[in-house]
């Protein structure tokens, strides 16, 4: 079954960190770019991260630089967001997601994990 | 970051058609593209329908339709369906520090 799987989300206060975790099956997880997507409560979708399909390529939101880590590990097939520093405002359930074409990293995103939640409490 | 601004709201009736717009500068739609579109339903993950500005996936209805001009991209939904009723968001690559945005949303509403 061709799925992506997150996990690792919680409730975490300022200033610590986290790491998601998102699982993929079904498919050559080796040829895929991905990207991390995120939506706090009620709100639209804000572009966070991309690792080219090696990983030897990474980009990120100016909202996020500096704090957040995207990385992959291929022999495994799964996708990592090292979240550092968290403020309030990076509450928001995340999603991983592949891009539609191996080797292209912008050609739209065709398969969406379930999301995992995080929320930034003290 | 920049982030590409779509209506908050379009409604209509069943059978008829509606258009969303998206606008954003010549740094990302004028630029190129790499305009695509999603659906979501409430409490699901995005849904791709329209890629490369007019670019439909497999299985998606011919109902649903992607146009640009300058720095406007659009998305044409024909012939409403109740099952249509979800937010629509726009997303374009960005020649920026920031290269990959996302519209503002639209709720699209099956009167």
């Known amino acids: 079954q061709v799925q992506l799987v997150e996990s690792g989300g919680g409730v975490v206060p300022p200033g610590r960190s986290l790491r998601l975790s998102c699982a993929a099956s079904g498919f050559t997880f080796s040829n895929s770019a991905l990207h991390w997507v995120r939506q706090a409560p009620g709100k639209g979708l804000e572009w966070v991260a991309l690792i080219s399909y090696d990983g030897s390529n990474t980009y990120y939101a100016d909202s996020v630089k500096g704090r957040f880590t995207i990385s992959r590990d291929n022999s495994k097939s799964t996708l990592y967001l090292q979240l550092s520093r968290l403020r309030h405002e990076d509450t928001a359930v995340y999603y991983c997601a592949r891009v539609r074409v191996e080797n292209v990293y912008y050609s739209g995103l065709d398969l969406w994990g379930q999301g995992t939640t995080v929320t930034v409490s003290s | 970051q920049s982030t590409l601004t779509q209506p908050a709201s379009v409604s209509a009736s069943p059978g008829q058609s509606i258009t969303i717009s998206c606008t954003g500068t010549s740094s990302d739609i004028g630029d190129h593209n790499y305009v695509s579109w999603y659906q979501q339903h409430p409490s699901t993950a995005p849904k791709l329908i329209i890629y490369e500005v007019s670019n439909r996936p497999s299985g998606v209805p011919d109902r649903f339709s992607g146009s640009k001009s300058g720095n406007t991209a659009s998305l044409t939904i024909s012939g409403l369906q109740a099952e249509d009723e979800a937010d629509y968001f726009c997303?374009?690559?960005?020649?920026?520090?920031?290269?990959?945005?996302f519209g503002t949303g639209t709720k699209v509403t099956v009167l």
């Open positions: 997303n374009s690559y960005a020649s920026s520090s920031t290269p990959y945005v």
